[in-house]
């Protein structure tokens, strides 16, 4: 069975712009998670999704947002970039109903200049 | 609100020799479950072991166990027989099964260790 996949796995942008990022999730699995990793503040939750609903969502700023098509597959979106904004971002797919472990994908390394 | 707290910021082992990474945690949730990963320097986040805070045994996967103390409220991780492959990042988390916090994991600091020959 495949794992998660992240497009692209490396992203060089300026400030100011916008990124869309893509997951695709394990196949049967319903529930996507996005987590941001920077050496500062670790790892923090941004958002998930299941069944293209947002179910729970982090304190980020509204330039982060996502969203969720019917087959699972699920994209993140970051507006206005800032320097800050640089970092590793994961996406974890999880099934619904069980412990809850999440599989994460390799992760998008953006680096905003 | 939970908080995972992970007090090595590194730790060195000899190879196989065992180890173990200390996680203590804080939540209001009566049920919850308690994670490991493993983050080699590649930067995927691979999923080591589970314990979810009604099991009264603790987990083990092949190498891994954890050492549950609900009282004392600490999720430790040890590795026996460690490999040079062990070499990682290590992060402890958590996911609450009430209220809103249900479907997020919430991360400690983690813990980098490395194995010596």
């Known amino acids: 069975k495949a794992g998660v996949t992240q497009t692209p796995r490396y992203l060089i942008k300026t400030r100011g712009q916008q990124v869309t990022l893509s997951c695709s999730p394990i196949?049967?699995?319903?529930?996507v998670s996005w987590y941001q990793q920077t050496p500062g503040q670790g790892l923090q939750f941004l958002f998930e999704?299941?069944?293209?609903?947002?179910?729970n969502k982090g304190n980020f700023p509204g330039r982060f947002s996502g969203r969720q098509f019917s087959n699972s597959r699920s994209e993140m979106n970051v507006s206005t970039l800032e320097l800050g904004d640089s970092a590793l971002y994961l996406c974890?797919?999880?099934?619904?109903?069980?412990?809850?472990?999440?599989?994460f994908g390799p992760g998008t390394r953006l680096t905003v200049l | 609100a939970q908080k995972i707290t992970q007090t090595q910021p590194g730790m060195f082992v000899q190879e196989k020799e065992a180890v173990t990474l200390d996680c203590t945690y804080d939540t209001s949730d009566q049920s919850y479950g308690l994670f490991w990963y493993k983050q080699p320097s590649s930067g995927e986040m691979i999923f080591l072991i589970y314990?979810?805070?009604?099991?009264?045994q603790n987990a083990t996967e092949g190498r891994y166990s954890l050492n549950f103390q609900k009282a004392r409220k600490s999720a430790n991780l040890v590795i026996s027989a460690s490999q040079l492959g062990d070499s990682a990042m290590y992060f402890c988390?958590?996911?609450?099964?009430?209220?809103?916090?249900?479907?997020?994991?919430?991360f400690g600091k983690g813990t980098l260790l490395t194995v010596n020959p």
């Open positions: 988390a958590m996911r609450g099964y009430s209220g809103g916090s249900n479907y997020k994991l919430t």
């Open positions: 999704y299941f069944s293209e609903t947002q179910r």
């Open positions: 314990q979810g805070s009604y099991d009264e």
């Open positions: 196949s049967g699995h319903r529930s």
């Open positions: 974890a797919s999880s099934l619904v109903g069980t412990q809850g472990e999440q599989f």
